[in-house]
């Protein structure tokens, strides 16, 4: 049974799905840009056999607030916020593209708050060429003002972002979309290898990893979220460069 939420962070609403037994260890889900909690409903019921899941909506999207303010180290305070409300001292993390950088900010900046830390298919923070933002006809189900902060964010990051993967302490396995995906796989390769003792699992099925494989996802992620602390996974671990 899914528990619909919302939790209050310095004056904005934020709408949250939590499912799974109560005393299960807590598992955060950030979705990407332009999406929503729903977007885990594949997956997010497996993964509640185990962990008690909260699947949060970000600002700007669907169910929380659209206050109109946007930066991604903003949504980076209201998940902490949010911890912070629902009483969850140290939870894992699992974030898809845009969601995947809010997660990876938080443990940079929280590190003993992040347990496990997954990373689905997420740029390197590095400068890239910027496109063009179109917005699509009708009604979104997500604020479009969000859309050009965030990615002139990603466009432009800052370079502590890159600087300060080091500081992450969370175990990490970075799962890769593959050359079917429009994020640079060298740089999710890279990613991995920044973050101390990350790993990196590469399922080719493009960017939208969780609903394209939805078994392979949750029996991996599932997995690295059981393990033991001193039990070496089978996963490959990113050369260093």
Not at 97 to 113: K, N, Q
Not at 121 to 136: C, F, G, I, M, Q
Not at 140 to 148: A, K, P
Request: aromatic residues 4%.
């Amino acid at each position: 049974m899914v528990d619909y939420r919302t939790v209050d962070v310095a004056g904005t609403r934020l709408a949250c799905q939590v499912s799974g037994p109560p005393h299960g260890p807590p598992l955060v889900l950030l979705h990407a840009m332009g999406e929503d909690a729903g977007t885990w409903d594949v997956v997010a019921p497996v993964l509640a056999r185990r962990s008690r899941v909260y699947a949060i909506d970000l600002r700007g999207h669907a169910r929380s607030d659209w206050p109109g303010t946007y930066s991604l180290d903003l949504m980076k305070d209201d998940v902490l916020g949010s911890l912070d409300v629902l009483g969850l001292r140290r939870v894992d993390l699992v974030g898809h593209s845009m969601g995947g950088i809010v997660a990876y900010l938080l443990a940079e900046d929280r590190p003993r708050r992040v347990g496990r830390l997954v990373l689905e298919d997420v740029p390197l923070p590095r400068p890239r060429e910027p496109s063009a933002s179109v917005r699509p006809e009708g009604e979104l189900s997500f604020d479009w003002e969000l859309v050009r902060a965030i990615r002139r964010q990603i466009d432009r990051p800052d370079p502590r972002w890159l600087e300060r993967l080091g500081l992450i302490t969370a175990r990490t396995l970075v799962v890769a979309g593959g050359p079917g995906s429009h994020v640079p796989q060298d740089g999710v390769a890279e990613l991995a290898r920044r973050i101390p003792g990350g790993r990196l699992l590469n399922l080719p099925v493009g960017h939208q990893i969780h609903r394209a494989a939805p078994e392979a996802f949750t029996r991996a992620v599932g997995t690295f979220l059981s393990e033991e602390d001193e039990v070496m996974p089978s996963y490959s671990r990113a050369p260093r460069a």
